[in-house]
């Protein structure tokens, strides 16, 4: 099981930015995909963004494409998630996440029912 630590989020005002981290532990971390979900009551856990273990390849759902970029720095086993241009409705816990069977990404759009670890969530709101 890998290990995922998030740090970030908080409370930003709409049009502004924040920044999330996700740092993974285990001897596999760095040759995994990655990416993040988000969460707001009483709702779906849905998909945001994906990237492969190399970092060739993200995914994005089309809500958060062109505002959100994710990255990833394997030589510190860390992935982030750039987050510009915020709106009210990107308010939600977010979710790092590792799928320890594939290591392109590609198959995290289809939801989290394939993820293998979870980090334990950092709440982002965003004001209006």
């Known amino acids: 099981q890998v290990q995922l630590v998030e740090s970030g989020g908080g409370l930003v005002q709409a049009g502004g930015s924040a920044r999330l981290s996700c740092a993974a532990s285990?001897?596999?971390?760095?040759?995994?995909?990655m990416g993040w979900f988000r969460q707001a009551p009483g709702q779906e856990r849905l998909f945001v963004a994906a990237?492969?273990?190399?970092?060739?390849?993200?995914y994005y759902t089309d809500s958060v494409e062109g505002r959100f970029t994710i990255s990833r720095d394997n030589a510190e086993d860390t992935v982030f998630l750039q987050m510009n241009t915020l709106k009210p409705e990107d308010t939600a816990v977010y979710y790092c996440?590792?799928?320890?069977?594939?290591?392109?990404?590609?198959?995290?759009?289809?939801?989290?029912?394939?993820?293998?670890?979870w980090g334990q969530g950092t709440q982002v709101t965003v004001s209006s």
């Open positions: 990237i492969s273990w190399s970092g060739s390849f993200t």
């Open positions: 996440a590792a799928d320890t069977e594939d290591p392109s990404g590609y198959y995290f759009r289809r939801g989290p029912a394939r993820i293998t670890s």
């Open positions: 285990g001897s596999t971390s760095n040759k995994i995909a």
